[in-house]
């Protein structure tokens, strides 16, 4: 069920026509959707502010995106950021909240499947006081059945753990205050599962259901795989139940062993039977090793994103920037 809510916060009025709002679009070979998307953003902007920017975040494109985006920034409000190489939607919109000055910050994709139109009641709620609205797609017939059963467990994975809860089946497409996007700031992990940031960071949010279109060209770039390990990056950040989980595992197979153990020196006591020796040493050996693999696999996952960590390494590196906000200094009434 979508939460929406309409209350307002006491005490917190905002008016967007005096502040500065912010776009962020992370584009990864999105030439073709971009020359459609950015004139729509513009106007939708527009009429919500006289002071905005947009800012697309060039994720190491190897399309035409550059020449495209060398020539649109050149118009007032629209910026230009082009990573090093592709390092991913999570580090890409973290060099667009980085990079973006607005009191209020959209994040939205670069496909068209997040609409613009959606912007004008993602401001009407922040007015009132609530500090992120997120949109909810409303459902997921559109999606095959697979990635639904998939997104569904990986859901209530991620909630088994209680602390953060990550709201299912909103996405990046979100307008944060600018409270919101300094607290995200201060988290300095490297390993960016964006989707439990915005919920670990906390602040009056709120839903607002919307049905994504479908992506206007290209195709999506979040293969099986990749979703795969996205959800594994987001569980192993945010939950310890894997290890937890080996750990409950280990015991009840040593308890299960144990049993055996009795069972067989029962039998021969009582029964006189001789124990069959190769099967079973066999199976039994293959099925420890079966289950020590896996627990120095969880382990290792774990370790292996302690040393990314500790690399320090930056999320992002920039290679070039362009273009400036819009500001359009009103008339003295
Ligand atoms: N994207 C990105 N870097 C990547 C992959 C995707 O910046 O490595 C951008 C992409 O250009 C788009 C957004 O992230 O603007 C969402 O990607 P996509 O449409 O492929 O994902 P889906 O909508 O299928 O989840
Ligand atoms: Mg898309």
Redesign the pocket.
């Known amino acids: 069920m979508v939460d929406t809510t309409t209350s307002s916060s006491p005490g917190i009025e905002r008016s967007m026509s005096d502040c500065m709002l912010s776009c962020v ?6 030439h073709d ?1 971009l020359a459609v998307l950015l004139p729509k953003l513009k106007v939708a902007l527009q009429g919500l502010t006289d002071a905005w920017e947009v800012i697309v ?5 190897s399309d035409n995106t550059s020449d495209l985006m060398g020539m649109l920034s050149r118009e007032p409000g629209i910026r230009y950021l082009q990573l090093s190489r ?4 999570e ?3 973290t060099a667009g909240i980085e990079a973006a000055e607005g009191d209020a910050v959209v994040l ?4 068209l ?1 997040h609409p613009p139109a959606l912007l004008k009641q993602m401001v009407q709620r922040w007015e009132t006081g609530v500090d992120m609205i997120y949109a909810v797609r409303e459902s997921r017939e559109d999606e095959r059945w697979g990635k639904r059963i998939g997104t569904k467990l990986f859901y209530s994975l991620l909630r088994s753990e209680s602390g953060v809860q990550v709201p299912p089946h909103a ?2 497409f979100r307008l944060m205050d600018r409270a919101v996007v300094t607290a995200l700031m201060q988290l300095p992990e490297r390993d960016r599962f964006m989707k439990g940031l915005y919920a670990w960071v906390g602040f009056r949010s709120e839903a607002i259901p919307f049905m ?1 279109e479908s ?1 206007l060209s ?5 293969s099986a795989w ?2 795969w390990r996205l959800a594994m990056a987001g569980l192993m950040s945010f939950t310890t139940w894997p290890l937890r989980a080996v750990s409950v595992m280990g015991f009840v197979v040593s308890i299960c062993s144990f049993l055996y153990g009795i069972y067989i020196v029962g039998e021969f006591i009582l029964y006189d039977n001789p124990v069959d020796g190769w099967p079973t040493i066999v199976t039994i050996l293959l099925f420890f090793s079966g289950i020590n693999l896996l627990s120095l696999g969880v382990v290792g996952e774990y370790i292996a994103r302690v040393f990314k960590e500790v690399k320090h390494r930056p999320v992002y590196l920039v290679r070039q920037s362009m273009g400036a906000s819009a500001r359009t200094e009103r008339p003295e009434a």
Not at 25 to 30: L, Q, S
Not at 86 to 89: A, L
Request: charged share 30%; aromatic share 8%; no cysteine.
């Open positions: 679009v992370p584009a990864f070979n999105e959707n975040v060039d994720d190491g494109s592709n390092f991913g939607k580090a890409a919109l939205m994709d670069a496909d499947q996405g990046d994504p992506r290209g195709k999506s770039h979040f990749r979703l």
